[in-house]
């Protein structure tokens, strides 16, 4: 039934509309589904796999990121309340120590001004012990230069 | 017809002249046949290489595909819209693929090498049955497109936004597709017009910046009939609120 006919008569022009217009629109819309299992199908799946696999990696980041943001604020916390906890355990050994300082310094002076005081009574005691042995060696002479004198006359 | 006979004869181009195929009763013009086969022929060809081997890291021939086919995205989702452009989206880069690989097959290779009894071959975009075949299947696209989206809403589209509209919208259901056909075609015969009354006139140099035109108007005229396709689908599965 294929009887071609290459030599056919030259009729037709420019709008010479025939049976080519069907049968080119069924070669278009078979074009379609062949280009569609061919190209579109297979291409717009490895794009779009892609496409996901980029935007999860891209939420999964961005989670991370939050994450780590989040971390370092609680970090940053405990950072604040450590060194808070630190100065306070420092002012107070500080005042401890100026305290423990203060007491011992009493202390000494108490026990320094208590030996002082000791000290001078002892020296007191000394001093008047010597100046009534003085008083008396004194006296002792004096008698002994008046019995003297009296002896020669 | 007068028209046709002064065109026939003009520089001695063969206008309006066909390789007739008969199979039964029925008459072909068997020139856009044989180009049309040889062109998609080489495009399934390029195609089949470029997704034979199908990676997560594209090289070469897949990448130039994926960029296609992002390109083709791009223009369905931007005319279509989000919710059914999935659908449409083979249908647009098919006519977007053959126009464009038609229109530029039809430039690029040197047919008139190829001797033919009768006629010659050309850009099967170049032939009217192929650009109203194409314009055809747009305007079916967009009906089914508006009818299987909406049912019988759809055809509250042609009284909106008031009811004046209708007899407008009715006429533009005609002038859709004979705008689309008769651009395509006017154009890329007259391309093939214009280089080939240079060749003849002038065969040195001269027609090169002209075949370089014809090569933009080529690309323009399958960005244009694919973006259109695809407007009127959208248009067709709009929502009016």
């Known amino acids: 039934m294929l009887a071609f006919n290459f030599f056919g008569a030259t009729e037709g022009g420019l709008f010479d509309i025939n049976a080519t217009l069907p049968l080119m629109a069924i070669q278009v819309v078979a074009l379609t589904y062949i280009l569609n299992s061919l190209f579109f199908k297979p291409v717009g799946n490895v794009v779009e796999k892609r496409e996901k696999f980029v935007s999860n990696n891209i939420i999964e980041a961005k989670n991370k990121l939050s994450e780590v943001k989040k971390l370092e604020a609680d970090l940053l916390t405990q950072l604040q309340s450590a060194r808070t906890e630190a100065q306070k355990i420092v002012s107070e050994a500080e005042n401890e120590s100026d305290k423990l300082y203060k007491e011992a310094l009493e202390l000494a002076n108490n026990e320094a001004n208590a030996s002082k005081e000791k000290a001078r009574l002892e020296i007191e005691s000394q001093t008047s012990a010597a100046r009534d042995q003085l008083s008396k060696q004194a006296d002792d002479l004096s008698e002994l230069i008046v019995n003297r004198l009296i002896l020669e006359k | ?241």
């Open chain 2, 1 to 241: 017809m007068f028209f046709n006979s002064l065109l026939t004869n003009f520089a001695a181009l063969e206008v309006g002249q066909h390789l007739y195929w008969q199979i039964g009763n029925i008459r072909l013009h068997g020139q856009v046949f044989l180009t049309s086969w040889i062109l998609l022929g080489a495009l399934l060809v390029f195609i089949s290489l470029g997704t034979k081997k199908m990676e997560n890291d594209p090289k070469g021939l897949q990448n130039l595909l994926e960029f296609l086919w992002d390109y083709i995205r791009d223009l369905a989702r931007t005319q279509i819209g989000e919710k059914v452009y999935r659908d449409w989206m083979p249908f647009i880069g098919t006519l977007f693929l053959f126009v464009f690989v038609s229109n530029w097959g039809g430039a690029l290779i040197p047919w008139r090498l190829i001797k033919l009894p009768s006629g010659e071959l050309g850009a099967p975009t170049a032939d009217i049955n192929t650009t109203i075949a194409l314009a055809l299947l747009v305007s079916l696209s967009y009906f089914y497109a508006g009818l299987s989206n909406k049912g019988w809403r759809y055809f509250e589209y042609y009284v909106h936004p008031t009811p004046i509209m209708l007899p407008f919208k009715i006429l533009e259901d005609f002038t859709k597709p004979l705008s689309l056909s008769f651009r395509l075609f006017g154009n890329i015969l007259a391309d093939e017009l214009v280089v080939g009354v240079l060749v003849f006139l002038v065969p040195l140099i001269l027609p090169i910046p002209v075949m370089f035109l014809g090569l933009f108007t080529s690309a323009i005229q399958a960005l244009i009939f694919a973006t259109l396709a695809a407007y009127y689908i959208g248009e067709a599965v709009e929502e009016h609120h």
